[in-house]
């Protein structure tokens, strides 16, 4: 076993030089399966390796030896006929002798990653729950009662457990820097990865099967924090609401059609209070986790109506509205087909990864999501439009959607 | 209708028959059944090319938006399904046709109106899934179509209708075929032709029959049991219920998985015809050739799970399925090695049907070495479901089977029409094939090591996917203008090509030494066969490939005597398997245009009525 062993060793000794120019590779790929951050991400990597050089060593011999023949033996005016072989028994032993010799060498430690990375996670791990819906990722910390979408948050250094389960179809959550993807199947009956980041940053992540209409635009964000960062995040996502839509005073003015007030002061306040210390910080995100997904042809909405927003008339639409049967928002609805909003307004993209959450996305999202995202099960909800569900004028929905961007 | 169809048939009425369209749908000659697969598989070629190119465009840049999301979902899922059944599949049956009772030297396959009814199944099952285009609802739900996305519950459209139905339909002619071809080759073989002296197309034809009628059934199962979900309220996949996803994906891949050998072993066994036609040589390890095709057969049955790796089986599951797939590496090397073999010490002619074959052999070792890459489950995890998965399957289906394909068509198309096709127009197709080809499929291995997910209508900017998409694309629409290059001397060779003679390649097996195209009796007396080569002498052929028939592109085919003539008597041509075709899809029609039932009852009236009428003519006329 030592032998066996320090054969291993040596292999991935062998194989350093690889993993440091795959990992010179990345530069421009950030999605690259090559130099993951975690340690299960590099024993599926080591063997990736493995293969890369055998399947690279034999695909040299086997074209050499094919380009040879053909260079060799093509015809010549004044040939004779060929000798006429009718095979060679030792060569065919031979060659498949060899073949059978390199799978093994793949197959011992294949299997042996396959028990290793499938062992129970270590005790003490960060638990996640991940649920798939069609097309969005819903997060739940059981360890600390937060519940959250599209955007996860792991501490470097400790194993995070995930218990995997889909609420309809099968998906597959891969986030191709940190580990291999595993496929979310069932609704009672989970399956489990785990894996320990090993390096700060934010990464993105993907659903990897196939799931209907919108599977290209089922994505989420990692963002890999310090123990104090991720312990920061916790306490924040813990607490309520930013803005306490029962604390909001209502705003008399808001049911008269077309009467546009000038932001109340609390509002103000609020938006300006932007100094959220336990998200990731926004101007840090690297390119790759900022959608540039394009506007529909046919969508825009009017700068000057999301600059009359009001957050305290928006809460009290809200309660009001549709909105509270679907979604969550801590003290305020219950709902629970749609992402729990009850910090939204932390989260850097909406619409699973799709655009970028400010009040230009999101009062489009509000007012038209599945004119935004194709095949989302949200209605849209402004005034007049096929299928709607609300009947919200555009202020309606941009006060809707700075209460929304205020619940930090 | 139906009693037009029940009216006993008259001997003398086989006349009108002879020629025209009526000699085609009535034709129970298996040559002419073997032309209307190949001219009905290159259509859904061109086909499901077009689908690519329209995959192709949009993704060519981030953010596409060429085609919307659900028509993108259409695309992929119709494109696969018409390569793998309406396109390869078919092609192969094509060369099944024209080639086995050629090959084992017999008059015809041995249920020549069943082998008619294959055909005709074949193209309704095609059609009727593609007609859902043009009401906008292709299936959508992938080629594999996993439960529980296929089920009424995600998918309430008729979109999948049209997709449970025509695999279906699809399914029936395979399965058809697939005992008709076995019977054949057990039992019609020739004096002399005992089975290790088989030419290795017609090995590889009977070793894909016995894939087909083992395989076939389980899909039609699950096929079944969706049917039933979707139309009649059963559960079996309905999660609601509580019905496990999985049970799909074992069935499908218990099938699927052995299709793929149904798509590359009848492409290997043209390649082992045409390699040493080309080499001078005969096949290098011809028993070993032949075993390893059984062996590859049979542990592709035990692999099945390896499309699986993530979904959760466990790890001595995992480990299992990793190890049987790492085995089925070894036969198909050793065909890898004997075609190296066949090649080496020869003397090597690169005429266009060899082009092709030596295609196979480099590409394919690139989708071998991909696959065996997947076979190690914690690797397989970083690649399963991504755009490197596209590559390997691509250089598999594309650099195998469809160089074979290509290889067999150049190679038998003298056979099949008595004409060459053009050698200059042949090469400028291969090499722009196998350029377009690889500039297509290779970058799509680097874009999924970097993290791109199959199955997307788009991505992100900012990715690092761009480039390698954009090479791609530029690929396939080299494969598209090569493809034109092919369908122009394809379809002008019928008429103009130059006259090709017996045996233009001087190629050793038997079915070169009748006349080209054969008469429908085909050997005007039944050969005796005394080796595997009978065509070549003792010593080995002439040296040197015989240069390439240039001539007679103006001169009409040779004549023969008629069956009559000559006293031999073939199966009279017979329109009731296409009937017999036409009741069974309408009795489908029926079925997904709001179920009605009177419609279903007349198709199942006409179908039956049809079968009672097969069954009571006589295959031969009565003399």
Known sequence: ?408 | MATTVAAPSVTGKAHKYESGIWSWLATTDHKRIGQLYMYTAIAWFVIGGIEALFIRSQLYGPNGRLVSADTYNQLFTMHGTTMIFMAIMPLSAAFFNLLIPLQIGARDVAFPRLNAFSYWVFLAGSVFMNVSWLIHAAPDGGWFAYAPLNTRQFNPGVNMDFWVIGLQILGLSSLAAGFNFVTTIINMRAPGMHFMRMPVFTWAAFVTQFLIILAFPIITVAVTFLLFDRFFGTNFYEIAAGADPLLWQHLFWLFGHPEVYILILPAFGLVSEVLPTFSRKPLFGYPVMVYSLILIAFLGFGVWAHHMFAVGMGPVADSIFSVTTMLIAIPTGVKIFNWLGTMWGGNLSFKTPMLFGIGLVGLFTIGGISGVMHSSPPSDLMQTDSYFIVAHFHYVLFGGSMMGLFAGVYYYFPKMTGRMMSEPLGKWHFWLTFIGMNLAFFPMHFAGLNGMPRRIWSYDANQGWDFDNHLSTYGAFIIAFATAIFLYNFLRSRGHGALAGNNPWDAPTIEWSMPSPPPDYNYAKIPTVTSRYPMWPQQGPTPLSPPVPTAGGDQPLPTYQTAEQLGIHMPTPTIKPLLATMGLTLAFVGLIWHRQIPIILLGGAIFIVSLYAWVLTPLEPEH
């Not at chain 1, 028990?115 to 798939?132: K, M, N, R, Y």
């Not at chain 1, 389960?165 to 496929?183: C, E, M, N, Y």
């Not at chain 1, 509205?321 to 993209?349: D, Y």
Request: overall charge neutral; glycine content about 8%.
């Open chain 1, 1 to 408: 076993m030592t032998g066996f062993h320090r054969a291993r060793r040596t292999v991935y000794a062998a194989l350093t030089p690889v993993f440091v120019l795959g990992l010179a590779a990345c530069a421009g790929f950030p999605d690259t399966i090559f130099g993951a951050h975690s340690e299960i991400g590099r024993t599926e990597d080591r063997l990736t390796y493995l293969l890369l050089i055998l399947g690279g060593l034999v695909f040299v011999l086997v074209e050499g030896a094919l380009i040879w023949a053909l260079i060799k033996f093509r015809s010549k005016p004044n040939a004779t006929t060929p000798k006429q072989t009718h095979g060679n028994t030792t060569l065919e032993i031979t060659w498949t002798l060899i073949p059978a010799v390199i799978l093994a060498v793949i197959a011992v430690p294949s299997v042996r990653t396959i028990f290793e990375t499938q062992a129970a996670a270590a005790a003490g791990s960060l638990q996640v729950d991940v649920i798939g819906h069609q097309w969005w990722w819903e997060f739940r910390y059981p360890q600390y009662k937060i519940t959250t979408a599209n955007e996860l948050y792991l501490p470097v250094g400790r194993t995070a457990s995930f218990t995997l389960r889909t609420d309809d179809v099968i998906h597959s959550f891969w986030i191709p820097q940190l580990a291999g993807k595993r496929d979310v199947v069932h609704k009672e009956r989970p399956n489990y990865l785990w894996f320990t980041p090993d390096s700060a940053g934010a990464w993105n992540g993907f659903c990897a099967e196939y799931c209907g209409t919108s599977h290209s635009n089922m994505r989420f964000r990692v963002f890999t924090v310090s123990p104090e960062q991720f312990a920061a995040w916790v306490k924040h996502q813990q607490t309520g609401p930013a803005f306490p839509a029962t604390a909001a005073t209502p705003q008399p003015d808001t049911s008269k059609k077309g009467a546009t007030p000038a932001p109340s002061p609390a509002a103000t306040a609020t938006l300006a209070s932007d100094t959220n210390t336990a998200t990731y910080p926004r101007d840090q995100l690297p390119t790759w986790t900022v959608p540039a997904t394009p506007l529909p042809a046919d969508e825009h909405f009017d700068e000057s109506t999301i600059a009359k927003a009001d957050p305290a008339r928006g809460a009290q639409i809200f309660k009001t509205a549709a909105c509270i049967g679907c979604h969550t928002i801590q003290g305020v609805s219950p709902g629970i087909i749609g992402p729990n909003l009850t910090h939204v307004g932390s989260r850097t993209t909406i619409g699973a990864g799709l655009y970028p959450n400010d009040m230009k996305h999101l009062t489009m999202w509000i007012k038209d999501a599945r004119l935004m995202k194709p095949g989302s099960i949200m209605p849209p909800m402004g005034k007049g439009l096929p299928e709607a569900m609300g009947a919200f004028d555009d202020q309606q929905i941009a006060d809707l959607a700075a209460y929304l961007s205020s619940l930090k």
